[in-house]
């Protein structure tokens, strides 16, 4: 009977690993065409925040990050990612196709460091299926379409505040924009990002999926823009899990 027992548990293993290769295929065959997604993902930075962390990891002199020096930025591009309804593609070309030096330059006013994106196309502009020029004129035509709420502008003082109130804030800016297609992310005590979905066609849509990894924190700070200071009483600090 114990024989019998084992047999077929030994058969259920195989089948439940069978199953498992056929769906890792099916998935490594889809991320592995470029091109074949269903919608996109612009994420903008909150520069003050990504500056805030990158010194507070930094143990030695290094070279500065380009968006980290004297000009001042408030959300920058961090990238225009292809999405799937369920997760998304990555380095789907490996080698990526090499970058003209000329499109990374002509890209630093929406994203502004060089390495920013030359990472942006090797792991998610190759997915789009769109040649290096192409593919950053969707950037361009993805960022254009969403406008910053006035209040993050030029934000001259730390803020304290709520996922739901940014949310809300870039919903209210946003015509054609809901909550169910908007995310906030941040990191133990500060706004990170904001995640705003695209349909293929540049029209906002919704994104289950992408909605419901969004920040959970009761609080964030939103560090000022480089050279205005931070006000008393202002923290940045609470939550009730990470993210």
Known sequence: ?????????????VVVLSITVIAARAQDRRQNSPGEFDFYVLALSWSPSYCAASSERTTRPRRTDP??????YSFVVHGLWPQYE????????????????EIVGSMLDLMPSPRLVFREWDRHGVCSGLSPSRYFEAVRKARAVVKIPD????????????????????????????????????????????RICLSR???????????????????????????????????????????
């Not at 009977?1 to 084992?6: D, L, P, T, V």
């Open 201 to 243: 066609e540049f029209q906002f849509q919704d994104c289950p999926d992408v909605d419901r990894r969004a920040c959970r924190r009761a609080r964030l700070s939103m560090p000022p823009v480089r050279g205005a200071t931070a006000p008393r009483g202002v923290s940045g600090e609470g939550g009730e899990r990470q993210q």
């Open 86 to 101: 369920r997760g998304f593609p990555e380095y789907c070309q490996v080698p990526a196709p090499r970058l003209n030096r």
């Open 151 to 194: 209040e993050y502008i030029d934000l001259k003082t730390a803020l304290s505040v709520t996922p739901d109130e940014v949310e809300e804030a870039f919903v209210k800016a946003n015509v054609g924009l809901s909550r169910a297609g908007i995310a906030v992310r941040c990191d133990k005590s500060r706004l990170r990002e904001v």
């Open 1 to 13: 009977m114990s024989r019998i027992k084992i047999a077929v548990g030994a058969a259920c293993l």
């Open 67 to 72: 968006q980290c020096g004297p000009r001042p």
